[in-house]
């Protein structure tokens, strides 16, 4: 258990504010004070400055914030583990964004139930933003997370790179033989994924590289699931950029196609994530390394005629 001063100091730097910190604690906010001030002469640093009237970080409180947030969710392992009695199943918690679910999910569980050992599963399926929330904390040990994520707080292997491709139904007006200019494109329904999520992130990025953004298309539509957004497709109600993995069986059953876009050549890197000096690495290497393997067998059964 953390000494109470850095619980105060942690969730200061949620709130950002000594009033809403002291009403989330159940504290006067002198008492907040005092602790952060305790920490301060404890560590011989400044944790806090106020930039244009907002209570910021120092470089030496993003620092603690990050070791503190580390030995937290390495507590909460502790604290799991300990708990749970060795003699059953192996506990495995992890979480993995919309797109990675789409297409390598179920084998991957799949693999997990068929070790020799018995396990128990949990998985959240989230947006990059809730994920790297989740590790945080703690409640999850790895995450699967395609596209851009804060790297200099955690550990991650890349695991291969995935492409953005403009995909329109089979049925669509849109000639799949022609380049188009993106400029082109704006008059139809574009369908997209919602903030926070690693593919609009990515989209964004690919618009902007362009000077175009989302709202530039004449209508938009926002959708948080691909079951959805590929239906939508499927009906010939829009394009939509999204990885190549999520929509290679629609492609492949001749139900969407593939369009091609000047100057749009992106792709992503698909990693696993945790956290930095995680007490459990090795555990953690093990568990990359079977889902290396996974990725292996699924590229090679595909390419296998």
């Known amino acids: 258990m953390l000494d109470y001063r850095y619980q105060t100091f942690m969730v200061l730097c949620d709130k950002k504010n000594y009033t809403q910190t002291a009403k989330a604690l159940f504290i006067t906010q002198p008492a907040v004070s005092q602790h952060i001030q305790w920490l301060e002469k404890k560590h011989g640093i400044s944790l806090f400055e106020y930039r244009h009237r907002k209570l910021s970080l120092t470089k030496k409180g993003e620092e603690l914030y990050r070791y503190v947030t580390e030995l937290q969710a390495n507590i909460v392992k502790i604290e799991h583990e300990l708990v749970h009695d060795s003699s059953k199943k192996q506990q495995i918690r992890f979480a993995t964004t919309l797109s990675i679910q789409e297409y390598l999910l179920p084998q991957l569980i799949e693999k997990m139930l068929l070790q020799e050992q018995a396990v ?41 790179q995935q492409p953005l491709v403009m995909v329109a139904a089979q049925e669509s ?109 090795t555990e953690l290497m093990q568990m990359a390394e079977q889902v290396q393997n996974l990725l292996q067998y699924i590229e090679k059964r595909e390419t296998t005629p």
């Open 120 to 160: 128990a599963v949990s998985c959240a399926v989230e947006n990059t933003e809730r994920i790297l929330q989740l590790l945080t904390q703690g409640k999850i040990d790895f995450a699967l997370i395609e596209g851009n994520f804060p790297k200099e707080f955690f550990s991650y292997i890349e695991l291969g």
């Open 173 to 281: 007006t849109l000639d799949a033989r022609k380049t188009y200019l993106l400029s082109e494109l704006l008059a139809e329904n574009f369908i997209t994924r919602e903030k926070g999520s690693g593919t609009r992130k990515l989209v964004d990025m690919v618009l902007s590289e362009q000077n175009f953004e989302v709202a530039d298309f004449a209508q938009c539509v926002t959708v948080n699931h691909f079951h959805t957004i590929k239906y939508l497709l499927k009906e010939n109600r829009g394009i939509s950029f999204l990885y190549e993995a999520v929509v290679k069986e629609e492609i492949r059953q001749k139900q969407l196609k593939k369009i091609k876009v000047l100057h749009v050549h992106s792709a992503h890197q698909f990693a696993f994530v945790y956290l930095k000096d995680s007490l459990f690495e």
